[in-house]
């Protein structure tokens, strides 16, 4: 069975600091790994990582995933008070008939003024 | 604006009712799924689709229905509402393999 472990649950942070999120996971045969930002309504995507080792870069935001230790990590620098949200961490299976992504619980990120 | 479209936003029921939450997409995508989204439990997925008339459970499929006539629609039918389905059902399509998943809006259904 697909499992995918976020830390932390929630954060707290004050306004300009760095945050770092993170994602494990197990899964049989990996695809991709997807970050998502979710504030009131839908989720909304971040990115997708394949690639081991190779940073994917928006804005104040990136991410990297090391697919021989089986995580992913966000990173968000500078934060502001918009950046408050849970983000979710999901990864899709090669596999045939396990489609579908499986979600980790969440971080959800507050950024105190 | 092209994307998911759910229907309705909010939904009361009762113990016992059925009804069906809408899902529709105009993105030509031929992979369409169901989550809910409960507290601390995160998403699950519910049903999928990778495409026209084939569908396939997920990970908790009891107590739902679906059926995928048309690339553009996928229903997501509760038979007889109890309330441990009271949650938050999003809908998300996508192109396999490519840019990530778009997701509807969202249904927040009670069920009392």
Redesign the interface.
């Known amino acids: 069975e697909d499992k995918v472990v976020q830390s932390p649950l929630s954060l707290v942070v004050h306004e300009g600091d760095t945050v770092t999120l993170n994602c494990s996971y197990e899964v049989t045969n990996f695809r991709s790994l997807l970050w998502y930002k979710q504030e009131k309504k839908a989720p909304t995507f971040l990115f997708m990582l394949t690639s081991s080792g190779i940073e994917k870069k928006s804005g104040r935001l990136s991410s990297i995933l090391d697919k021989k230790e089986l995580f992913s990590i966000l990173n968000i620098t500078a934060t502001q008070t918009g950046d408050s949200a849970i983000y979710l961490c999901a990864v899709e299976s090669k596999d045939e008939g396990a489609d579908g992504l499986t979600f980790g619980k969440g971080t959800h990120l507050i950024i105190q003024p | 604006n092209a994307g998911v479209t759910q229907t309705p936003k909010f939904q009361v029921l009762k113990t016992g009712q059925s009804m069906t939450l809408q899902c529709a997409q105009d993105m030509n995508h031929e992979?369409m799924?169901w989550?809910r989204q409960d507290p601390?439990?995160?998403?699950?997925?519910i049903h999928?689709s990778?495409g026209a008339g084939i569908t396939?459970q997920?990970?908790v499929p009891n107590g739902y229905n679906v059926s995928r006539s048309t690339t553009e629609d996928f229903p997501l039918r509760l038979l007889s509402a109890a309330p441990s389905q009271t949650s938050v059902y999003?809908c998300?399509s996508s192109h396999r393999?490519r840019?990530?998943?778009?997701?509807?809006?969202?249904t927040r259904l009670t069920v009392v």
Do not use: P
């Open positions: 992979y799924s989550y601390g439990m995160g998403l699950r997925l999928y990778v396939d997920g990970e999003f998300a393999g840019r990530g998943y778009t997701f509807g809006s969202g």
